[in-house]
C-alpha cells in the first residue's frame, strides 16, 4: 500500500483531527509524529527482533499514529477491543506493547516526541493487522486482515456516499479499536483527506457541540446509542450534520423513525461483521426494512440444516475467501431481509430453542421494553443448562415490580410465554436490569450478559406489601434434610393489593399470599436458588384485613421444596410446596 493510497491530504496545513485537548493537529503535525514513532519502532526493532505488538489506545489521534507506525514497520498489529488484564493474558507472542496497557510494566504508553525529520517516513505500508469480533454469539474470536482489504471496502464506501461525506469532519460514539471504527472514523478520513475527532464521544450532547464547530459533520454511532437518546439534548444542531452512521447491528424502526424526527437525518445503517467487513445497507425511511448490498459484493445464500431459512453467503474484494454468515435471509429481487440468526439455536433436553424467538415474545409483552436470552450452562449451581432472561422492563412492568414483586412478575412472564413455547424453552432464571449492557462498540457480548446471573438477584417483596410481623421463630432442625419457621402476622388494612380485590369485601389476593411464603421462607431459612414451581396449591377461606394469620414453613433440602400454611385458631387459609432451583 503507496503513502499517496493511504492519506488524501492536499497540503501540510490540511486539519487532520480536532484533538481530545483542543488542539487542531495539521498534517504536517501529524507527520513529524509518524516519523518519529516510526524512528521508536525502528530503534526497538534493532534490539529485539520485533514482529507482533499488541495496541490499544483511548485516544484515536495517538492510536493513528501508531498504527499508521506499525504498518510502515511492517508489524502485525494486534488491535484487541480493551485492554483489561484477561485480554492481554489472552493475547498470544506479543513482542511489543503499545499504548495503554496497565497490566504491561513494557507499554510504550506515550508518542515519542517529534524530533525526527520527516524524510524518515515510510512510503509503504505493508503490516497486516488482527482484529477480534465482538463476542457477542461466543468468545471474541481473532480476524486477520490485510490494509488493502480495508481499503478496497473504504472504495466501495466511498463510491456509495461521496456526495454525502465530501468535506466533512469525523465525530464518533464508538470506538476506533472495533473494525467499524476503524473504517469509519479513522482509515476512510485518512484516505478522503478529512479531519476526525480525537475523542470518543460519551456525552452525545458535547457531539452535538463539537458538531457545529467542525461543521459539516459526521455522527459514527451503533444502535445501541442511537437507541439511548436524550430529548433534551441540543437537537437542533444536528443541522451541522450531514449524515449519521450507525452499525453493529439492525436499528429498530422505532429508535431509526425517533432519530429522524430529532435530528432530520434518517440513519444510515451498515450491514457488516469483523469476519466480512461491509456487505449491504440501508435507510429505514417510508417503512424500508430491506437491504441493498454494497458495490462489489456478491451475495447467495446456503441452506443449514439446522436452520429453516437460508444463510447468506458473502463474496467481496475485501473478504479473503468466501464467508458464509450466521445471519438468515430472505431475497425480494437483489436486495434482502435479515430474519435472525442461526447461531441463536440453542438445543436443550434435545429440543431446539430459538433465542431470538424467545426474545421477541417478551418484547411484544407489554410488562417489557426489551429483552436478551442466553443459555446459562451447568455448573456447580445449575445441574443443567437453563435459560436465563435479562429483562428491561416498561413503565407498566416496572410499576407492578415495586408494587407486586419480582415472584409475581416472573409467574406473569411465564404465563405470557407459556402458550407459545415449550416448558423447556421458558427462561428459569430472570434478571431486571435499567438497560442491557454494552461494550465501548455498542455490543453486548455474552460474557458481558453473562455478568448479571453470576450472583443470586435475591427474590424480595416491596415493604409496602408485607403483612405486620408479631412474632417469627424458626424452629430446630426436624431431622438432616428438613428446616422449619413460623411466622405471627395480622393483615394492614392498607395493603397496595386489597383496592379493587375485591371493592365491597377486600382479600388478599392467592398470589400474594405466595408470596409471603416464599418471602419468609428465604428470610428464615436461607432457601437457595429461585422459584420454579408450585403443587398441591389450596385456598380454603378469605384472608381478610385486620385479620391474624400464622405461617408455618418447613423446608426439604434435599427435594428443595417449601410447604407452607397460612392458618389461625383451627381455620386454615391456604396451604401449597414451592420448588426452587439452584441456578
Known sequence: MQWQQLFGYSADDALVCAAADGRKISFAEFKRDLAAACAYLHSAAAQTPRKRAALFCTDTYQFCVWLCAGLGCNLQL??????????????????????????????????????????????????????????????????????????????????????????????????????????????????????????????????????????????????????????????????????????????????????????????????????????????????????????????????????????????SPWVASGFTTQDCVTFVGERFELKGRADTIAKIEEKRISLTQVERLLAASPLVASARVLVLPKNTRRSRDVLGALVVLSAVGAEELNTRGKSTLVRQLRTWLAPDLDGVAVPRSWRFVGEIPVNQQGKSPRELLMQAFEHDQSFSVPAAMLPKVEFAEQDGEDGSQRKSARVKLRIPRDLPCLPGHFDTAPVVPGVVQLDWAMHFGKQLLQIPGEFSGMENIKFKQLLVPEEQAELELSFDIDKQKLTYRFFWDGDEFSSGRLSFHNV
Open 78 to 315: 494486534v488491535i484487541p477491543a480493551n485492554n483489561k488484564r484477561a485480554t492481554a493474558n489472552a493475547l498470544e507472542a506479543i513482542d511489543l506493547w503499545l499504548g495503554e496497557w496497565p497490566s504491561q510494566t513494557s507499554a510504550v504508553a506515550a508518542l515519542p516526541l517529534s524530533d525526527t525529520a520527516v524524510n524518515a517516513l515510510p512510503q509503504t505500508f505493508e503490516g497486516a493487522l488482527q482484529l477480534f469480533t465482538s463476542g457477542s454469539s461466543g468468545e471474541p474470536q481473532s480476524i486477520d486482515k490485510t490494509l488493502p482489504q480495508l481499503m478496497a471496502e473504504i472504495t466501495a464506501q466511498q463510491r456509495q456516499w461521496a456526495e454525502r461525506t465530501a468535506n466533512c469532519a469525523v465525530l464518533a460514539t464508538v470506538s476506533h479499536q472495533h473494525i467499524y471504527g476503524l473504517l469509519f472514523r479513522l482509515l476512510w478520513p485518512l484516505s478522503s483527506g478529512r479531519p476526525f475527532a480525537g475523542r470518543t464521544y460519551v456525552d452525545v450532547a458535547a457531539l452535538l457541540e463539537d458538531a457545529e464547530q467542525l461543521a459539516p459533520a459526521l455522527w459514527v454511532a451503533s444502535p445501541a446509542q442511537l437507541s439511548r437518546r436524550n430529548e433534551t439534548w441540543a437537537w437542533h444542531k444536528a443541522a451541522h450534520l450531514n449524515g449519521i452512521f450507525s452499525s453493529g447491528g439492525p436499528l429498530a424502526a422505532e429508535d431509526s423513525a425517533a432519530i429522524a424526527a430529532l435530528s432530520g437525518h434518517w440513519p444510515l445503517e451498515i450491514y457488516g461483521s469483523t469476519e466480512t467487513g461491509g456487505i449491504a445497507w440501508r435507510q429505514q425511511q417510508d417503512g424500508n426494512i430491506l437491504w441493498t448490498p454494497l458495490a462489489g459484493v456478491q451475495l447467495s445464500t446456503h441452506t443449514c440444516g439446522e436452520s429453516p431459512t437460508p444463510l447468506l453467503q458473502v463474496q
